[in-house]
Structure formats: C-alpha cells, structure tokens
C-alpha cells in the first residue's frame, strides 16, 4: 500500500515535498515513480528512481526544478518541487513496479496511491 500526502495550494515560485510511504511491500525492491493528472488530462510521468537511489529520471517539463529521492529505512519517496508554476497544478500520484527502474509509462506500475493535490496558483 501507497499513500502520499503533502499537497496542498502554493503561490508560483514556492516550493512543496511530496512524501509517499510505503507499508506492506519490500520497499527496497520497487522502482519508485511519480505521476501527476491535471483535470482533463491524461496521466503524465513526472520523475522515477531506482531501487537503490542511485538512478533517476524526470520529465522534460519538471527537469532542474523537481527532484526524486527515496530513503529505504524510512520505505518514503519523496518529490521535492521547486519554482512551481501554475502549470503543475495536478493531482499527483505515486507508484511503484517490482523492477530496478520502473520506468515512464503508467502501466507498467503495479501499485499506486491514492493522489494528493498541488495547485500552484499565479
């Protein structure tokens, strides 16, 4: 089980973290994956990170202002955002896949939370 919490509505140019805590899963053996869904859109990957940590990978849009972590004692992944703009209002969800990289594409995911709101107001 996911859940992930932390949302909540900002100003552009603020910053949140995201937090998405893990129970009754290895946490250590899951590629850990954020996505986000603005109201009538699709899905979007934003960020992924691999089992250790050691690998990550953002969307083009959130590149060199969000930035995923995880720390496995604690079985959390975190999305630290920064320089919001109103363009990431979504609800954002985590998700994890039993490989060493989940990857980008939403299906490949095998369990996801329940979504936490950011809405980034200008």
């Known amino acids: 089980q996911l859940q992930a919490f932390g949302g909540g509505s900002v100003q552009a140019g603020d910053s949140l973290r995201l937090s998405c805590s893990a129970s009754?899963?290895?946490?250590?053996?899951?590629?850990m994956g954020w996505f986000r869904q603005a109201p009538g859109k699709e899905r979007d990957f934003v960020a992924q990170?691999?089992?250790?940590?050691?690998?990550?990978d953002y969307a083009d849009s959130v590149k060199g202002r969000f930035t995923i972590s995880r720390n496995n004692v604690k079985n959390t992944v975190y999305l630290q955002m920064n320089s919001l703009k109103p363009e990431d209002t979504a609800v954002y969800y985590c998700?994890?896949?039993?490989?060493?990289?989940?990857?980008?594409?939403?299906?490949?995911?095998?369990?996801w939370g329940q979504g936490t709101q950011v809405t980034v107001s200008s």
């Open positions: 009754g899963v290895t946490f250590r053996r899951y590629g």
């Open positions: 990170i691999s089992r250790s940590g050691d690998s990550s």
């Open positions: 998700a994890g896949r039993l490989e060493e990289l989940a990857g980008s594409r939403d299906r490949w995911y095998e369990y």
